[in-house]
């Protein structure tokens, strides 16, 4: 229904004359576009054909903007108050139910005060990167390696975290999202120690000591996530932090 709604959106706004671009489509199945005219923008993602991911509402007299996001199912992720592309004022977050379980005050991406965060709530807050290196090839002119490299966001991964702290005989709990187009992602979850997998992963294959996905050297590539010990969650942290950074070293002939 949010997907005709937003097809009968464009139809009327293009019709009066509103500019409509597509502005971002990934190899996952990802795409965005955004719509101005002379007031606001509203950008709008999907995670594929009909399953909204995002929208941007930004008003171009005031500055103001508001990032509202979306699970798979449909339901509301969080709304964020927005400047520079950082939280900035009140955001909202929800669970996969689609209940209210936090509201911050933020400043300049930083929580400055806490309106509300619901009894035995854990959440936690990460971002995916990823960097590339290539070595090799002829030497330049002046002597020195052919080096090229990358970096930033590891943008629309669709991952989950495996908990490997369980009971033995029992499937393990998983907890899955994706990434938004900044890397970011939040998932409120249960607290013990957890991996963090592709979402195809088989969790059976995971064992005590596996905290991420093992890569098997690929010819000249050398695949890593930076991740050497567990993902803790404490019971006596509702709130907390992790960044991960998928690493890529290759070597040209």
Known sequence: ???????????????????????HQSPHGNFAFRISNVTDTLEIGYYSKGKMEYTI????????????RYYRSGKKMWIKEWKNNTENGK?????????NVAEFNYSEGT????????????ILFGK???SSTIYGGMQREDGTSNVS????????????????????????????????FQGEFMTVLEPGNYG???KDFPSKEVEADMFSQKFQPTGSTIENW?????????????????NFEYSSIGYAP
């Open 57 to 68: 509402k930004r008003d171009l007299s005031t500055k103001n903007i508001c990032y509202t």
């Open 1 to 23: 229904m949010r997907y005709l709604f937003t097809i009968f959106f464009l139809f009327t706004h293009i019709v009066f004359g509103q500019d409509t671009i597509l502005i």
């Open 226 to 242: 930076n991740i050497n010990s567990p993902i803790i969650l404490t019971k006596d942290k509702q709130i907390q932090y992790f």
């Open 149 to 180: 490299s990358s970096n930033g966001p590891y943008m629309n991964h669709y991952m989950k975290l495996i908990r490997i702290d369980g009971s033995k005989g029992k499937d393990p709990l998983e907890f899955y999202f994706t990434s938004d």
């Open 111 to 122: 929580i400055k005060d806490t309106l509300f965060l619901a009894k035995s709530t854990h």
């Open 91 to 99: 955001c909202s977050y929800f669970n996969t139910k689609g209940i």
């Open 196 to 198: 963090l997998f592709p």
């Open 128 to 130: 995916l990167s990823y």
